[in-house]
């Protein structure tokens, strides 16, 4: 038994997005990629988890296990389906999901941007995209009243990256260095969604999520990383000191050599277990990530918005998450200032092309739709009720 040094008002909860769980966001521009001819999707959206009508289940399954906290996206497609058009409906049912956490006991950390754009939407290297994105903000602002924690952008720097990832077929190799005017384009955004935000809501506290690993040099490549790290994530980090937090979302280490004078990340070794994403298994990376986070940002807040592992095997779910949790409070015993932790994810969901790795908490039938909570669910409440971490089963280890 191991104790979590958890701050009064720790944020302790799962974590989703609107298009992994939703289903049909067909006005989406990754409604279109995965349903063009030829799409390197493996397999499509569809219903996802029809969390758009589920969504209710889906909350109760968190706050009955003890979560308070509870992050979900809201869909720029559903509000915005045509330039300048907003739904009042779909603003509606986002109001309501809110509300309906609220009454839950769940304190909802709402993101503004999670990976998907309305069709329409031409790109953040056009020069238009911030004003286009703050239009945006500034309806959702309307509707977030009760809602603390608000996230601009998740993982911009994987976003900047995209086309890149695209060329390379995934992140097992390492995140490929942004796109620079797509990297402009987001964080020029994100300055003005927060003024947008704090303009209207005063209180309330705004970030962003930036996708940050627990990158170790070896020794001839330490001195060349910072090089290396500071479009990848550094940059996306600094991007935080003028906010009220920033979102950390570790899953793995990556392990940098020097090769010539260019630094590049190595593969796991052989002997390194992977998971269903083909990322290095290692859940100390959690650790990692919040102290180097913390290190850029100065005084502002850490919040781990995701932390989560693809696997198919549920006590190996727990004991990453045993291990995660560990290094975390490690990190808070040193002093570094975190303020929250969401599971990535609630529900196993969309993986961005394929169905096959699955990180939820709760498993769902695809075809009825019928929800059933892993153990693991179960676990995690207990962590954040108790702040003890309980010692692994030999079987579990
Ligand atoms: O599923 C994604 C999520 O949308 C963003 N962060 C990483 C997760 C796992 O790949």
Known sequence: MHRIPLPPGFLWGAA??????EGANENSDWWALENMPGSFCEE????????????GEDMDLAADVGLRDYRFSIEW???????????????EHYRH???????????????????????????????AAPDLFARYVAQVAGILEGVEHVGTINEPNVVAAFPRLLAQGGLAEGLPEPEEALAQGLASAHRQARHVLRAALPEVRVGWSV?????????????????????????????????????????????????????????PGSSAQRTQTGWEYYPAALGGAVREAARVVGAVPVIVTENGVATGDDGQRIAYTHGALTALAAALDDGIDVRGYFHWSLLD????????????????????????????????????????????????R
């Open 16 to 21: 989703t997005s609107a298009h992994q769980t």
């Open 44 to 55: 499509p959206s569809g219903q996802a988890v029809d969390s758009f009508h589920r969504w």
């Open 77 to 91: 497609a559903r509000i915005e389906p045509e330039p300048g058009v907003f739904s009042g409906e779909a603003l």
């Open 97 to 127: 999901m809110i509300e309906g956490a609220l009454h839950r006991g769940l304190r909802p950390l709402v993101t503004l941007h999670h990976f998907t754009c309305p069709a329409w939407f031409t790109g953040w290297a056009d020069p």
């Open 211 to 267: 996708s940050v690993q627990d990158y170790q040099p070896d020794l001839p490549a330490v001195a060349a990383a910072a090089a290396y790290l500071y479009p990848r994530q550094t940059r996306f980090l600094q991007e935080s000191r003028d906010d009220d937090w920033v979102g950390v979302q570790a899953y793995t280490r990556i392990r940098l050599v020097l090769d010539g004078d260019v630094v590049r990340p190595a593969a």
């Open 349 to 396: 969901n969309y993986e961005w092309g394929s169905w096959g790795p699955t990180f939820g908490l709760v498993s769902v039938d695809r075809g009825t739709f019928v929800r059933s909570p892993k153990p693991s669910l179960a676990w995690l409440g207990r962590v954040g009720t108790s702040g003890l971490i309980p010692s692994l089963e030999p079987s579990q």
